[in-house]
């Protein structure tokens, strides 16, 4: 079946830091990726995509790139800033079926 | 505006009463969702549909009811609270591979 799996939080960093959350994956075929970000009180919002593997998908210097050989798709920003605390979720649209599938969040807390 | 709109946005109900929550998009996407937001859970799928008067169950369905006239609207009801069901419920609507979500429903049941 198809599956999400990511790290558990809350993950508290300090600003200018490194981030990495990971993210595993379990589906048949080719899914599509993705991160999505929920700020505190909102939606969750489209944070980056990748379609097929070995894409890198980035946005606001975010970035992850699409590990077929892994199956991962694992979060990366080199420097974090306090306005990046949220709630970050990895998903997945398999390449047949329309639901999409999603790990349990990860929760971020930057500190100045 | 464009985009999904849920109302209401907090909801305090008792034990045993039917609640509705409203979602309506202002697109013409196809497929729609209901999630609840659950601790430790993440994202779990109510219910789901592909085009008006066509629904399906996700992976928590019991209790819920949904309805399907119209392509733009897509209410959740439960048909008679239970303080499990206390949780943030979350609709979205599918465009391609793009999942579009609303601002949510705080439910609570006491």
């Known amino acids: 079946g198809n599956s999400v799996t990511q790290m558990e939080g809350p993950v508290t960093l300090s600003e200018e830091a490194f981030l990495t959350i990971n993210c595993t994956y379990t589906?048949?075929?080719?899914?599509?990726l993705f991160w999505y970000v929920q700020y505190p009180g909102e939606g969750l919002q489209l944070l980056l995509k990748?379609?097929?593997?070995?894409d890198k998908g980035s946005n606001k210097g975010f970035e992850a790139t699409y590990r077929k050989e892994t199956t991962s798709f694992h979060l990366e920003k080199g420097s974090v800033q306090v306005s990046d605390s949220a709630v970050y979720f990895c998903a997945l649209s398999p390449d047949t079926g329309n639901q999409f599938y999603f790990g349990t969040g990860t929760s971020l807390t930057v500190i100045p | 505006d464009a985009g999904i709109t849920q109302s209401p946005r907090y909801k305090i109900t008792e034990t045993g009463r039917q609640v509705t929550l409203m979602c309506h998009q202002t697109w013409s996407h196809s497929y729609m969702f209901w999630y609840r937001q659950d601790l430790g859970h993440g994202l779990r799928l109510i219910y789901y549909s592909a085009a008006a008067d066509i629904t399906d169950k996700g992976e928590v369905p019991d209790g819920y009811v949904v309805s399907r006239s119209k392509t733009e609207n897509f209410p959740l009801t439960l048909e008679s609270a239970t303080r499990s069901q206390t949780s943030v419920y979350f609709c979205a609507s599918r465009e391609g591979v793009l999942a579009f979500f609303g601002q949510g429903t705080r439910l609570t049941v006491v």
């Open positions: 589906a048949t075929g080719y899914p599509s």
């Open positions: 990748a379609t097929k593997a070995d």
